[in-house]
């Protein structure tokens, strides 16, 4: 028989609990879900658009009546658990019902805040919790004028701009100078007050509440120093606190909370807790982010598999107040020892401050234009050292898609046909409506179902505005660690260390050891474990050609026709006129509808059908061509221009060393493409300078250029150092490719590896470590050993060329064409 799992609460975090539990374990228990409101679970966040008429308590549902009986879950609604007998493992409802458990779960969430004044009890006096809050509300704006919220945080003001949408004259009672204090600098308040102020609401700053005036109903509020305001409906807006009542009355141990450990298991070791009820390590949350974190932790060790912990959150808050953005992160006061950026534009109503301790970001206030929100909050939580950047932090990376001009102030007003993620072709639109109809709350959510943002990861900033501008409310950033996928809680340096200190060599091995949930992986994790093995053991383990890209397993780039480009490498771009002659019979011989100059100085044959391509290298191999790598994520191109051999400009022989470096490090994978490049003067002709790795020769010697990028999202190099001989630029080529193979998460691009550990870093490793940089050098040499075979001519072989024919009605007649060319 399966055990019997009790929830008491009905909201969002404890039904994510049981989501997560039913996504392991679906199974294990036989669920029984109390619930004091009469309906199924739904979005709290969305009681805002609810109470402005946006939206409808259909809308904002997560879990229908429905689901819970196609889940097979017991759901009692309308009933409050008022007693827990720990004795029996039984809880009871007031209206009598009893539920045995094995395990309970407790979600009670948290109480409203009233404040202690007379008239507190009035008719007219409400909170702003839920839908029963909510329906009170807009019953009173139908019949009242004048309301007064009393509260100037994130609820508060949400309430009175929905109050103001149902046409009642709003005013804002806010016991401090500054709204939002816990999330707004002075400035930013001020700012914000301003634009709330321009759209009709009005603001009591610093006013006590003395009493709420009236005989049956709410008349007035009245104020400490002797004055009142006329009020029909007053809605309390001060704050929450845990609740906490049935676990006191159970005698389970509490304090400000329900005390949790880091499985989120109280002191009854059958009974857990989570959610706005909890304290963990002596803080209680009361953002969707953790509560989902918590939920994830609670789950798994329910299911009983044991291995996550939750150890807290740092967060940072992303929220659309009133239509307007604001996001803040870590601490937003400082002190003597911090040092503040700021950058303010009046006229488009922009404020960004970050405070910096020890050069790195400790706290970021951003109004208006909030985009790179999350940027910055990374920097936060890796303790970046941002000394090497500073003087550009506050302007960021405001782009949309390829257009590079809108930022997040715009992304609202644009149409649902604006490309948001370049690399995935993914609409505005198709975006909010996954975020709507899918119930989706965190940016893997929408990675997931949209694969919006999981490429390079350069629109992440806007997905993040699209989550926050939908959901509206407290949508926040969440700080937990990055795993690899959902197949695991395990991040990709936790994941890297396992397999170097373990001496995990096979992709079962590492699942195996690190309790992977899917047996099989996904295909976001199995490519990452493929080139970290690759990586950390070179010439011992074996490449798992099924754990790569399609790109990759057919060694060329299909296209959108189901055709594929082949592009065989041009050593630094120079090439002969028997390759040209090589190149031009193939594309004849096998119908090549277009050959093209590339980029990258190369030669590209597009539309080569998949049974070709066996035939087309090994053409290609005779001639003495190899692949280049076109399609992976592995060294790409050399760029370089003539140099001192040909132009009056050059300073050095740009083409003989851009050579020389591809005939190092051709063959090499890394966590995603790499581009080298070599100008032979400071003219750049051949863009070193958003290069991976640049060089750009002088007269006394050779510039050193890393982590630029070309390509959705421009970004120039840094500078690395100055040498004098080619034989340096190789040793720190070398090196430097070592560093960023070894320490790159996989499809992480240089140029935000470089941003995520800090150039300094980088520089303290190669530049000014010399053993470290030649152990590294060294390591690159070693591991090329392996890697420098041409694939084209390995699946060229009559043995290999088999997988690329097409299913033939006689299997006999693909056969037997594969040995006839192979014999040819």
């Given amino acids: 028989m399966r055990k019997k799992l009790v929830l008491v609460g009905n909201g969002m975090a404890g039904m994510r609990a049981i989501e997560e539990l039913l996504s392991v374990a679906p199974d294990m228990y036989e669920v029984t879900v109390f ?450 996928c959902a197949c695991t809680d395990f991040t990709h340096d936790e994941v890297r260390k396992a397999i170097r200190e373990q001496d995990l060599k096979t992709i079962p091995s590492v699942m195996a050891f690190l309790n992977w949930k899917e047996p099989e992986g996904c295909p976001k994790c199995r490519p990452a474990l493929n080139f970290y093995l690759l990586c950390q053991w070179p010439g011992e383990y074996q490449d798992d050609q099924q754990s790569r890209f399609i790109n990759e397993r057919a060694h060329a780039n299909i296209q959108k026709d189901g055709t594929y480009s082949v592009i065989p490498r041009i050593w630094g771009g120079v090439t002969s006129p028997s390759e040209l002659k090589a190149i031009a019979e193939v594309a004849e011989k096998y119908q090549v509808p277009t050959v093209k100059f590339t980029g990258g100085q190369r030669l590209d044959l597009l539309g080569v059908k998949k049974q070709d391509l066996p035939g087309v290298w090994r053409d290609l191999n005779a001639a003495g061509l190899v692949s280049g790598h076109a399609y992976g994520k592995a060294l790409r191109t050399v760029k370089t221009c003539v140099g001192s051999e040909w132009c009056r400009f050059g300073t050095q022989d740009s083409t003989g060393l851009g050579i020389k470096l591809e005939r190092m490090a051709w063959g090499s994978w890394h966590p995603h493409k790499v581009k080298l490049a070599v100008s032979g003067c400071p003219r750049n002709c051949a863009e070193s300078t958003i290069k991976d790795f640049g060089v750009v020769c002088v007269d006394s010697g050779y510039e050193l250029h890393i982590g630029g990028n070309g390509g959705i999202k421009i970004r120039p190099t840094d500078f690395l150092c100055k040498v004098e001989t080619e034989a340096e630029v190789l040793e720190y080529c070398g090196a430097f490719l070592q560093l960023y193979r070894e320490n790159g998460h996989y499809l992480e691009r240089t140029a935000p590896w470089i941003e995520r550990v800090g150039l300094s870093t980088i520089k303290e490793a190669i530049v000014e470590d010399q053993t470290r940089r030649m152990e590294l050098h060294a390591k690159f040499l070693h591991s090329q050993k392996y890697s420098q075979t041409d694939p084209w001519a390995d699946n060229s072989k009559e043995e290999s060329a088999l997988s690329f024919m097409p299913i033939a009605a006689n299997p006999a007649d693909s056969e037997q064409r594969i040995r006839l060319e192979v014999g040819s």
């Fill in 35 to 484: 619930g004091s409101e009469p309906c199924g679970n739904y979005n709290r966040i969305l009681l805002s658009p609810l109470l402005a008429d946006e939206k409808s308590l259909n809308d904002i549902m997560l879990n229908s009546l429905a689901w819970y009986t196609e889940q097979g879950i017991t759901l009692h609604t309308g009933k409050l658990v008022t007693k827990i007998d720990r004795l029996r493992r039984v809880v009871t409802a007031d209206d009598g019902t009893k539920a045995p458990y094995d395990v309970l779960i407790l979600a009670t969430g948290s109480h409203p805040i009233m404040i202690p004044i007379p008239g507190a009890d009035l008719d007219g006096v409400v909170t702003y919790r839920n839908v029963e809050d909510v329906n009170a509300m807009l019953a009173a704006a139908k019949k009242f004028r004048n309301a007064v919220v009393i509260g100037g945080g994130l609820l508060g003001l949400e309430a009175a701009y929905g109050l103001q949408k149902q046409g009642m004259d709003v005013t804002v009672v806010h016991l401090l100078d500054c709204l939002m204090e816990r999330q707004l600098d002075k400035p930013a308040a001020a700012l914000l007050k301003a634009s709330l102020e321009e759209r009709g609401l009005r603001f009591e700053m610093e006013a006590q509440t003395k009493a709420i005036i009236g005989k049956k109903r709410v008349e007035a509020v009245s104020f400490v120093d002797d004055w009142e305001i006329p009020a029909d409906l007053v809605v309390m807006a001060v704050g929450i606190r845990p609740n906490i009542d049935l676990a006191q009355s159970a005698g389970i141990y509490t304090e400000r909370g329900i005390v949790v450990n880091d499985t989120m298991q109280t002191y009854d070791p059958r009974i857990y807790a989570v959610g706005e009820c909890v304290q963990h390590r002596g803080t209680c949350y009361g953002l969707v982010a953790p509560l989902f974190e918590q939920a994830k932790t609670l789950a798994n060790h329910v299911a009983e598999l044991g291995f996550a912990r939750y150890e807290g959150s740092m967060l940072s808050t992303k929220l659309k107040v009133t239509g307007i953005d604001v996001f803040s992160a870590g601490d937003i006061v400082g002190d003597r020892d911090t040092e503040a950026l700021l950058f303010q534009d009046p006229v488009k109503s922009s404020y960004k401050k970050l405070l910096l301790k020890d050069q790195k970001i400790v706290g970021a206030v951003l109004y208006g234009d909030t985009i790179d929100g999350s940027r910055f909050f990374q920097m936060i939580r890796d303790g970046i050292d941002v000394s090497d950047i500073r003087e550009n932090l506050l302007f960021g990376h405001s782009t949309v898609g390829d257009s590079g001009t809108a930022g997040t102030n715009t992304i609202t007003l644009l149409p649902a046909t604006t490309e948001i993620c370049g690399c995935n072709g993914v609409c505005k639109g198709t975006i909010t409506d996954a975020i709507i109809s899918k119930n989706l709350f965190t940016i893997d959510d929408v990675r997931l179902h949209t694969k919006a943002s999981s490429s390079c990861g350069s629109c992440t900033g806007l997905v993040e505005q699209l989550l926050s501008d939908t959901l509206g409310g407290d949508y926040s950033a969440s700080p937990a660690k990055k795993s690899i």
